[in-house]
């Protein structure tokens, strides 16, 4: 079963919270739909490859239109083969994205996951004619940040912060997210690029805090992490008194 997705479009820099391209999906119907992926009028099928060339199942898939910068996306995920299928499409161009953020495989659709991605397809649909294959390959997985935003004074978790990451090369890219494990309260988990950040959190109450290499917030320093490296940070906020 096709699934569809409502969202706006943002210009670059101005990304979203994790998230929010993705919904529930039944992934036996993906499988089902894709165990005769072939081109079809008003469709595109194809491939997403991990960073080993190999099938990436239950990957999630969607396409934008180039005119469209608002509305339903087709979306759906990766069968058993890593295989796709978009259906009743209208005639157009369309970027067809993937991501699988629990294996290491950020959203392609995000600027600033640019680094290193993969090149995404784009797709002419003629609902008269065949639409050729497309392949996405992950070039390589993206390292990972997670950790805890607490209270100085109590020890608390602190569950409505916000936190910054920017392309310290170019802060107009940038990411916002925030404590999205709501199995554990204050905890934050989201894939970066493999470049320098700056890290900025902010919640009502409390003050700025600014990632430092030495752990104050006098001395703002840029953080890199490399290729599937994974850090733990523990973000300590003073309130405002």
């Known amino acids: 079963m096709q699934k569809y997705l409502i969202i706006t479009l943002l210009a670059v820099g101005l990304t979203v919270p994790v998230g929010i391209f993705y919904?529930?999906?039944?992934?036996?119907?993906?499988?089902?739909?894709?165990?005769?992926?072939?081109?079809?009028?008003?469709?595109?099928?194809?491939?997403?490859?991990?960073?080993?060339?190999?099938?990436?199942?239950?990957?999630?898939?969607?396409?934008?239109?180039?005119?469209?910068?608002?509305?339903?996306?087709?979306?759906?995920?990766?069968?058993e083969q890593g295989r796709f299928q978009l259906k009743n499409l209208s005639d157009g161009t369309y970027t067809v994205h993937a991501s699988k953020e629990k294996d290491g495989y950020a959203d392609t659709a995000f600027p600033f996951y640019s680094v290193n991605s993969p090149i995404v397809p784009q797709v002419n649909v003629n609902e008269q004619q065949?639409?050729?294959?497309?392949?996405?390959r992950f070039k390589q997985k993206a390292p990972k940040l997670f950790g805890r935003v607490v209270d100085a004074v109590t020890g608390m978790a602190i569950n409505n912060s916000q936190i910054t990451l920017r392309w310290a090369d170019n802060p107009e890219v940038y990411r916002l997210t925030g404590p999205n494990r709501p199995e554990?309260?204050?905890?934050?988990?989201?894939?970066?690029?493999?470049?320098?950040?700056?890290?900025?959190?902010?919640?009502?109450?409390?003050?700025?805090?600014?990632?430092?290499?030495?752990g104050s917030d006098k001395h703002a320093a840029a953080l890199k992490l490399e290729r599937e490296e994974t850090k733990e940070l523990t973000v300590v906020l003073q309130p405002v008194r």
């Not at 919640?203 to 430092?212: C, E, I, L, Q």
Request: aromatic share 6%; net charge negative.
């Open 130 to 136: 065949e639409t050729p294959e497309v392949t996405i």
């Open 184 to 214: 554990m309260k204050g905890r934050f988990e989201v894939l970066v690029p493999p470049i320098s950040l700056t890290i900025e959190v902010q919640a009502p109450g409390y003050k700025n805090w600014t990632y430092s290499d030495d």
């Open 23 to 79: 919904a529930a999906s039944n992934h036996q119907d993906a499988r089902n739909e894709c165990k005769s992926c072939t081109g079809q009028p008003g469709t595109i099928t194809g491939l997403v490859l991990d960073a080993d060339g190999q099938p990436l199942s239950g990957a999630e898939v969607f396409a934008v239109k180039s005119d469209s910068t608002m509305g339903k996306l087709p979306f759906t995920s990766t069968d």
